[in-house]
């Protein structure tokens, strides 16, 4: 069984800074596209960035998104918080268990981010 696990998640004030982690675990052939979304309360789930497999670090805004391939692990690197940057953030991949099978798409359970004073 595929399992995608954030963590990295807390209280930060604003202006502080977050790094949180997802590794995907379990028995896998490939990991291809992997990405951050967010959904704040009363809001729908909003991407954050995706990363392929062989790409460098993506910087989107405050955000930046990097994978380390043989750790089998997706970061999100967040700077300069704001209220407005708390939700719960999900990690989401598309992962191939065997070869010769299509791939499917997988969430991990999320992990809640606050940004207060």
């Known amino acids: 069984q595929v399992q995608l696990v954030e963590s990295g998640g807390g209280l930060v004030q604003p202006g502080g800074s977050l790094r949180l982690s997802c590794v995907a675990s379990?028995?896998?052939?490939?990991?291809?596209?992997m990405g951050w979304y967010r959904q704040a309360p009363g809001k729908q789930r909003e991407l954050i960035a995706t990363l392929t497999r062989g790409a460098p670090p993506t910087v989107n805004g405050r955000f930046t998104i990097s994978r380390d391939n043989a750790e089998n692990t997706l970061y999100l690197q967040m700077t300069n918080l704001q209220p407005e940057d708390s939700a719960v953030y999900y990690c989401n991949a598309d992962i191939r268990r065997v070869w010769g099978r299509a791939s499917s798409n997988y969430w991990g359970q999320g992990t809640q981010v606050t940004v207060s004073s």
């Open positions: 379990g028995s896998f052939a490939a990991i291809y596209d």
